[in-house]
């Protein structure tokens, strides 16, 4: 594979996505930050999210041609850039790693799974709903 192969197949698309993925999540701060001062809020939320999809549609078929390898890369680089931009907009001790939210490693806090039941150590979707046993308490069979 010679260089300029390698640059717009391989090099190019990722920094591309990476760029545009950068402009795409940056765009959506903006607009997070912005919609509360306007008074069309929905128009204005949806004319963002308009404009976003596409400069990122346009830039990733310029960039990519369609070809499937540019493209996955340039889809790797846009993940990178939402990481970064995640990790850079959430606070510090909010990465989902105390005992109160999920720990799903997107960056996100959700609250914990909590049983239905207050009392019970649930382990799945119907744990501790009424009429329910739960396992091992023997009430299986009745």
């Not at 197949?9 to 996505?17: E, I, N």
């Not at 990178?80 to 850079?88: G, Q, V």
């Amino acid at each position: 594979m010679d260089a300029q192969t390698l640059w717009s197949q391989g090099a190019l698309p990722l920094l591309a996505g990476t760029a545009l993925g950068f402009l795409y999540f940056a765009g959506l701060w903006w607009t997070s930050r912005r919609v509360a001062q306007v008074g069309a809020r929905g128009l204005f939320l949806f004319g963002s999210f308009v404009v976003r999809v596409i400069l990122f549609l346009a830039g990733l078929w310029l960039v990519t041609g369609g070809r499937l390898v540019p493209t996955a890369l340039f889809m790797v680089g846009f993940v990178i850039s939402r990481r970064i931009m995640l990790a850079r907009a959430l606070p510090r001790g909010g990465r989902g790693t105390d005992g109160g939210t999920d720990g799903g490693g997107d960056g996100l806090d959700r609250p914990a799974a909590r049983s239905a039941v207050p009392g019970s150590a649930g382990t799945g979707a119907m744990a501790g709903m009424p009429g329910e046993a739960a396992p091992g308490s023997g009430a299986e069979g009745r």
